[in-house]
């Protein structure tokens, strides 16, 4: 069985970054494109973006000029970087890899709430 | 992008009754590339359809998706106690922009 797990600082002060790792078990990170997601009560669940072993990587719009994504498969782990974070950045962060034919999430992590708050 | 609107924002049903959730995409949805999710509180989304009508591993028969274009539909045939949840849909077939909508609420009558 897949298992993803998110970690990295609750809080953080705004402009600083963001900075989240999930560790992946139970299969290789090489052969899927996996995501990153976040949930917060205002906007509900928003995709931020994908990143795939070769190195390719697509994110949202809205959120392009500030994300940065990787995946280490020496380590089986991807990472986020969210930069000059203000408090519409605070929310529930969640990494989940895509299905096989791409674009749905069949495996999720449970989640890591990162606030953003002087 | 693809605006996803979901209807009803809560469906109030007793255990065993039918369930049927909507989401209403703002174009059409290529490939009617579209996913439902459940989540309960404190949990993270679980898939249960792709591709509009494919049930994902290990979903119970009780849950089916249909539609196409800009409609779509979940049905849950016989609520369970464990059913009462938040739904989201899903769209992917509009890149590079995955859009989710807001989700139903199915609670308890």
């Known amino acids: 069985q897949v298992q993803l797990q998110e970690s990295g600082p609750a809080l953080i002060r705004p402009s600083e970054i963001l900075s989240l790792t999930c560790s992946v078990s139970?299969?290789?990170?090489?052969?899927?494109?996996w995501s990153w997601i976040r949930q917060s009560p205002g906007k509900g669940l928003e995709w931020i973006g994908y990143?795939?072993?070769?190195?390719?990587?697509n994110s949202n719009p809205s959120l392009k000029s500030r994300v940065t994504m990787s995946l280490d498969a020496s380590a089986n782990q991807l990472s986020l970087r969210l930069t000059s974070v203000t408090a519409a950045d605070t929310a529930v962060y969640f990494c989940?890899?895509?299905?096989?034919?791409?674009?749905?999430?069949?495996?999720w992590g449970q989640g890591a709430l990162v606030t953003v708050s002087s | 992008e693809i605006v996803l609107t979901q209807s009803p924002g809560t469906l109030s049903l007793s255990p065993g009754e039918r369930a049927t959730l909507s989401c209403r995409a703002s174009?059409?949805?290529?490939?009617?590339?579209l996913a439902w999710y459940q989540q309960r509180p404190g949990q993270a989304p679980r898939l249960l359809i792709y591709?509009?009508?494919s049930r994902a591993t290990g979903i119970p028969d009780r849950f089916s998706g249909s539609g196409s274009g800009t409609d779509f539909t979940l049905t849950i045939s016989g609520l369970e106690p464990e059913d009462f949840a938040l739904y989201y849909c899903?769209?992917?077939?509009?890149?590079?922009?995955?859009?989710f909508g807001q989700g139903t609420k199915v609670e308890v009558k």
């Open positions: 989940a890899r895509e299905g096989r034919g791409g674009g749905f999430f069949d495996f």
């Open positions: 174009q059409t949805v290529n490939s009617d590339y």
């Open positions: 139970g299969d290789s990170i090489s052969p899927y494109y």
């Open positions: 899903q769209q992917y077939g509009n890149s590079p922009l995955w859009t």
């Open positions: 990143t795939y072993a070769s190195g390719h990587t």
């Open positions: 591709g509009t009508a």
